[in-house]
């Protein structure tokens, strides 16, 4: 949950915020209505505010002072008034606000909710900038970092591609044209030969003249142009929404990708990324941890009280394994079987998070209607690489048989 702080003090736009925001439940609003009443409120909870909804204009502060203390506060902030003055918001942007929205109706409150929204996300997503010019790399990897994006950059495309190697999981791109040894259009072609335009954005900037330059970027493969200078807002909005687009296409991705009734992925997908994984640990020498999972009393449940129990039992507890391995990757293996990988976990650190796991699990009653039933699990936990995927899950197995012959609701790791 998000704390976000809204200064404002008309009762009717603070009504309205609240309605809007309910829409938006990972968000909390904590509402002032003076300049005086923010001050006191930041004093001491400024670190748990995530950003900022603030008016322009207060009864303590009718020339936007608040705005200034929240920014002194380092609070992303998105300032509402209710009247567009160019000058004012050409100032305001350049003291390093998110965003300027007008009071115009209730689409303008849901954008904003939607840019705050988009600065959670923004958070986890990597971005390179690339420009031989520092002053105009800068400009633009700053206007990143102020929408809360994890920023690297680059002087021309052949430094591009190293820090692109180092940082394989870039999202995003942003390349100036005219750059020495490699320009944009051959570092856009470069990248294009191995990534799609839904698994690395690519925009393209230019402050050129010819007005071929766009089209040649998009025909290189480019998701998107932008003309040097470019304004806040047209920036912002083209970077959002080439983001919502990839999120959009790695969602319909990811739940193709999802076994329909336990909402894990597939066997299939476990595989393939699974041997990316095993690729990336054994070339830098990093732990990765298998566990092959199997539910002990799905078949007793079933026989008991009949194979649509059973179905309410594995929804779910796959669904608090599929959450509890959120930042691994689990797979439905078969009927009962779950396999996962815990890359940087060691033998001792897997076995010891896999059987928390284990006793959460058992600890869990699920209502049957009437009859409460608990389900625990018996897993193996496996380091031992081998020469390939299959030989470290095949590891993992021999330690799950070790557990089952043990008795079970049992977890063991590697001897």
């Known amino acids: 949950m998000h704390r976000i702080l809204v200064v404002e003090d008309s009762p009717i736009v603070r009504k309205i915020i609240n309605h809007v925001m309910a829409g938006f439940p990972q968000f909390k609003p904590v509402y002032t209505t003076t300049l005086a009443e923010t001050k006191a409120l930041l004093e001491s909870e400024a670190e748990s505010i995530f950003a900022a909804l603030v008016d322009l204009s207060l009864p303590d502060a009718p020339d936007g002072e608040v705005v200034d203390y929240v920014l002194n506060n380092h609070i992303p902030t998105i300032v509402l008034t209710g009247s567009f003055d160019t000058e004012r918001r050409e100032q305001l942007l350049a003291k390093g606000i998110v965003d300027y929205v007008t009071k115009e109706g209730r689409y303008s409150y849901q954008y904003a909710l939607g840019v705050l ?149 597939k066997l299939s997908h476990f595989n393939v990324q699974g041997d990316d994984m095993f690729e990336r640990a054994l070339a830098s020498g990093t732990p990765l941890a298998c566990a092959v999972i199997d539910l002990d009393d799905l078949s007793e449940i079933i026989n008991e009280y009949g194979p649509e129990a059973g179905d309410v039992v594995m929804e779910q507890v796959s669904s608090f394994l599929v959450s509890s391995f959120e930042r691994f990757l689990l797979a439905r293996a078969g009927t009962e079987l779950f396999y996962a990988l815990m890359p940087g976990l060691d033998n001792a650190k897997a076995t010891a998070f896999v059987e928390r796991v284990r006793q959460i699990v058992g600890g869990k009653f699920i209502d049957l209607g009437g009859a409460e039933v608990s389900l625990s699990f018996s897993a193996g936990v496996s380091n031992v690489m081998g020469n390939n995927l299959s030989e470290l899950v095949e590891h993992a197995h021999q330690s799950l048989l070790r557990a089952r012959d043990a008795g079970g609701d049992l977890v063991i790791g590697d001897d």
């Open 117 to 265: 929204a988009r600065l959670v996300k923004n958070q986890k997503i990597k971005v390179m900038v690339v420009d031989d010019s520092a002053t105009a790399r800068n400009f633009v990897v700053g206007l990143l970092r102020l929408h809360l994006f994890e920023v690297y950059d680059a002087d021309d495309g052949a430094e591009a591609i190293r820090v692109f190697i180092d940082n394989p999981d870039i999202k995003m791109i942003i390349t100036d044209f005219n750059m020495p040894r490699m320009d944009g259009f051959e570092l856009v072609q470069h990248m294009r030969r191995k990534y799609d335009k839904s698994d690395l954005i690519m925009i393209g900037l230019s402050s050129e003249t010819d007005g071929t330059l766009s089209a040649k970027f998009i025909k290189n493969g480019a998701n998107d142009f932008l003309r040097k200078p470019f304004n806040h807002e047209e920036f912002f909005c083209r970077v959002s929404h080439n983001m919502d687009f990839m999120e959009m296409f790695e969602a319909l991705k990811d739940s193709a990708n999802r076994d329909d009734h336990t909402g894990a992925y």
